[in-house]
């Protein structure tokens, strides 16, 4: 039998990471078309250095920009950089586009910030942040190294011959101050979410802009992690898979819950219960995403940043990319992990 305390707990678990998301993607639109993306683009592709350089150089941002304020967050604003400095310098942007989402997906391991889900796996455990950090840092190493060399090894981004394009000099208004603001916020407080919602109302609203948000799919994932948080509050079978066979298991169940269902509704599902292993679970729920688009919010956030920023995702480069990628990756910072641990850190 379902009891209204089991939903009460679970709504208050899962609601956070989609108000926002929605908040976040208000003010991504504001910032976009007033060309401040573009601007950065242009101004990361001045400081010169090859194309390779580049664009480590802006994965190693992007790294520091998700532990920090989150993979949402660097969906969102990162991506459009990354697109924009591979334009400017006249190079062809895959390894740029799809750079950014599988950065941002791997380097969010860092903090409990970092990614949503690592606020739902980690709620049950006595970690503060310095002690997660402490525990991570070496995953998180090795996860923003490896995805970078496989980057570079894949695509070989080289300077190009297409003509530069000329940016345009970036309205600084309403989306930098918002932008600001919502740093601020989740810097600040440890559930920003309705004030970031706000924030991103009340710049759509200055800029009389009515962004396209993808409403449906934001609720049919909360309704989905919400109904998966209830269920498992009340069946034992999701917690029992976890912590028997020892951390790999626990990581690769992540990561194929996180394809089949998304990480979020995963992890309200295999987290309703203390885990065995939780770190380990994070490194399968925030890296088992980067083979299929499906597996995270911050995939959805990615596409629609690429897309209004005028370049053209391929889903499926995606997972062909994933597959090479996402093994390598579990499988560092899995081993990074166990000597984190044996070494007391």
């Known amino acids: 039998m379902l009891h209204s305390g089991d939903l009460s707990a679970s709504i208050s678990q899962n609601w956070p990471p989609f108000v926002l998301v929605a908040g976040l993607l208000m003010i991504g639109v504001v910032v976009e078309r007033d060309g401040v993306f573009e601007a950065a683009g242009a101004w990361v592709e ?6 390779a350089a580049m664009l480590a150089g802006l994965l190693v941002m992007e790294a520091v920009v998700t532990a920090v304020l989150n993979l949402d967050t660097a969906a969102v604003f990162m991506t459009p950089i990354l697109v924009h400095a591979a334009r400017q310098r006249g190079c062809d942007g895959s390894a740029f586009l799809y750079g950014a989402l599988f950065m941002a997906n791997g380097a969010s391991l860092l903090l409990p910030g970092s990614n949503l889900t690592n606020l739902i796996v980690l709620a049950h455990e006595p970690l503060s942040g310095a002690q997660v950090a402490r525990a991570m840092a070496l995953p998180w190493l090795a996860v923003v190294a490896l ?54 109302l009340v710049a759509i609203a200055l800029e009389r802009i009515r962004p396209r948000l993808p409403v449906a799919v934001l609720c049919g994932l909360f309704a989905l992690a919400t109904a998966l948080g209830v269920l498992a509050r009340e069946w034992d079978w999701p917690a029992s898979l976890l912590g028997r066979h020892g951390a790999a298991l626990d990581a690769c169940i992540g990561a194929l819950a996180s394809v089949m269902l998304n990480n979020l509704p995963a992890a ?13 679970l994070l490194i399968g729920l925030n ?22 920023a005028g370049a ?32 007391g850190l």
Request: aromatic share 4%; net charge positive; no cysteine.
């Open 287 to 308: 890296l088992g995403p980067n083979l299929l688009v499906t597996g995270s919010l911050s995939s959805l956030l990615w596409y629609r940043a690429a897309r209004s």
């Open 268 to 280: 309200a599902l295999l987290a309703a219960q203390p885990p065995g292993h939780p770190l380990a």
């Open 312 to 343: 053209r995702p391929s889903l499926w480069r995606v997972s062909a990319v994933g597959i090479v990628l996402v093994p390598l990756t579990m499988a560092a910072a899995l081993l990074a992990l166990s000597a984190g641990q044996r070494a």
């Open 147 to 200: 995805t970078i060399v496989v980057l570079v090894m894949w695509f070989r981004p080289t300077d190009g011959h297409l003509p530069r394009r000329q940016a345009a000099a970036p309205r600084l208004g309403v989306g930098l101050a918002a932008t600001g603001a919502a740093t601020v916020l989740m810097l600040a407080l440890a559930n920003p979410a309705l004030p970031v919602l706000a924030v991103g």
């Open 46 to 51: 001045r400081r010169g250095g090859s194309a």
